[in-house]
């Protein structure tokens, strides 16, 4: 049975900085790329950032370059979303995927459960 377990969300202020983690179980993970996908409310879910199996990272989304960066630990089976300079409209749903890196959603196989990230004014 394949989880994705994320952590790491919460409630910051505008500026601020999170660090989001996904322990995946139950996959070879280190033959699966890796992403980190979020859905405000009201909206469609979006890709951010990406990370291969090797560790290449992918573009972010311009909305986040500069400010998000994504890193794998294959030993840990974990993948990680460091966020900077956080702003309002990062305010989200954060999901972890693992699939075949792509921006879009139907590359990937499994899902987490989504962590919340609220940033406030």
């Known amino acids: 049975q394949v989880q994705l377990v994320e952590s790491g969300g919460g409630l910051v202020q505008a500026g601020g900085s999170l660090r989001l983690s996904c322990v995946a179980s139950g996959l070879r993970f280190s033959e699966y790329d890796m992403a980190w996908f979020r859905q405000a409310p009201g909206k469609e879910r979006e890709f951010v950032l990406g990370?291969?199996?090797?560790?290449?990272?992918?573009h972010p989304i311009a909305s986040v370059k500069g400010r998000f960066t994504i890193s794998r630990d294959n030993a840990k089976n974990t993948v990680y979303l460091q966020m900077n300079s956080l702003k309002p409209e990062d305010t989200a749903a954060y999901y972890c995927?693992?699939?075949?890196?792509?921006?879009?959603?139907?590359?990937?196989?499994?899902w987490g459960q989504g962590t919340q990230v609220t940033v406030s004014t």
């Open positions: 995927a693992a699939g075949l890196n792509s921006e879009f959603t139907a590359q990937y196989d499994h």
């Open positions: 990370v291969e199996w090797g560790g290449r990272s992918s």
